[in-house]
C-alpha cells in the first residue's frame, strides 16, 4: 500500500493533504465551537435547570464559556475546558450519586467568572463603585442565571461594618 501511496502524482498528495487539512480544521472548530455552546451544556441532564434559567436572563445571548472559561489565551482556555470536560465526565458518569442537588461554581471559575464580568462590564465598574464586595456573583447572583440561583445568602443583611470593612477591596481600579 505503501508503495502505492508513493506512485501517486506528488500534486495530488499536497492536493490531497491540503484538502484532508481543510477538513479537519473545519470539523476541529466547529467542535469547539459547539462545545462552547448552551445547547452542548443543556445536554447533560443536571444542567437542564441551569440552562433554562440562563435563557432567560439578560445574558442568554453569551455562550456558556464566555462567562465560565479564561480568555487570556487559547491554550489556557483549552486546558481549563479540558480539566473542567474531564471533571464533568466524571460526575455524570461514575460519580453521578455524588452530583450535588445545587451547583457552585469551584474556586477556580469563580476567579474565571469574575475576570469575565470585569473585562465586559470594566466601564461601569470605572464608574460606579464596585468594591464592597469579594466578587461580582455576591450582589449579582441572579444575572446571568435567573432569580432560581439565589441562595439564602443573597437576602441576608450584611453584618455591621461588613460592607465598610471591605471597601477598598478587590474591584478598586484605584
Known amino acids: ?71 487570556d489565551s487559547k491554550v489556557k482556555k483549552l486546558v481549563f475546558k479540558a480539566k473542567a470536560g474531564v471533571g464533568h465526565m466524571y460526575f455524570n ?13 469551584t474556586e477556580s471559575s ?7 464580568c470585569i473585562s465586559c462590564h470594566e466601564s461601569t465598574i470605572d464608574n460606579v463603585s464596585h468594591d464592597a464586595k469579594e466578587s461580582c456573583t455576591s450582589c449579582h447572583q441572579s444575572i446571568p442565571h435567573g432569580d432560581d440561583f439565589k441562595s439564602e445568602d443573597f437576602y441576608k443583611q450584611p453584618k455591621p461594618g461588613e460592607l465598610l470593612d471591605k471597601k477598598g477591596g478587590t474591584f478598586n481600579n484605584g
Open 1 to 71: 500500500m505503501f508503495k502505492k501511496l508513493l506512485a501517486i502524482d506528488k500534486k495530488m498528495l499536497i492536493f490531497i493533504g491540503v484538502f484532508a487539512g481543510i477538513i479537519i480544521s473545519a470539523v476541529t472548530a466547529k467542535t469547539f465551537a459547539y462545545t462552547d455552546s448552551a445547547d452542548f451544556c443543556k445536554s447533560c441532564h443536571i444542567m437542564t435547570n441551569v440552562h433554562d434559567s440562563f435563557t432567560d436572563s439578560t445574558h442568554a445571548t453569551l455562550a456558556c464559556n464566555d462567562c465560565h472559561l479564561p480568555h
Open 110 to 116: 469563580e476567579e474565571v467568572i469574575k475576570e469575565n
Open 93 to 105: 458518569t461514575l460519580g453521578s450519586d455524588k452530583i450535588p442537588g445545587v451547583l457552585h461554581a
